[in-house]
């Protein structure tokens, strides 16, 4: 069992920047690859952004791409999301989760999924 627990969502202004974090726990992080999803309200969860296990690999969602970023630190078992210049429309709950797979943006092959963490941009 790998458990997964997201921080640092709030509330923001249209333009600015909120750094999540995603720490891991149960088993070896640097044996699974990464993953950041979204949902908002009355919508089906979304893609943000992957990470391989080595962190040498990343993948965006065509959304995000240019201004958020995806890292991971295995020596911390920790997986981050940099959000920058965000926008109304990035308003979700934002969720990490993990596989062993491969770096992926289907939610399919996520194995183990966090709680969530509250995003909301003010326009």
């Known amino acids: 069992q790998v458990q997964l627990v997201e921080s640092g969502g709030g509330l923001v202004q249209a333009g600015g920047s909120l750094t999540l974090s995603c720490a891991a726990s149960?088993?070896?992080?640097?044996?699974?690859?990464m993953g950041w999803f979204r949902q908002a309200p009355g919508k089906e969860r979304e893609f943000v952004a992957a990470?391989?296990?080595?962190?040498?690999?990343?993948y965006y969602d065509d959304s995000v791409k240019g201004r958020f970023t995806i890292s991971r630190d295995n020596a911390k078992n920790t997986v981050y999301l940099q959000m920058n210049s965000l926008k109304p429309e990035d308003t979700a709950v934002y969720y990490c989760?993990?596989?062993?797979?491969?770096?992926?943006?289907?939610?399919?092959?996520?194995?183990?999924w966090g709680q969530g963490t509250q995003v909301t941009v003010s326009s």
């Open positions: 990470i391989s296990r080595s962190g040498g690999n990343t």
């Open positions: 989760a993990a596989n062993r797979v491969g770096y992926s943006g289907s939610a399919r092959v996520y194995d183990y």
């Open positions: 149960g088993r070896t992080f640097s044996n699974y690859a």
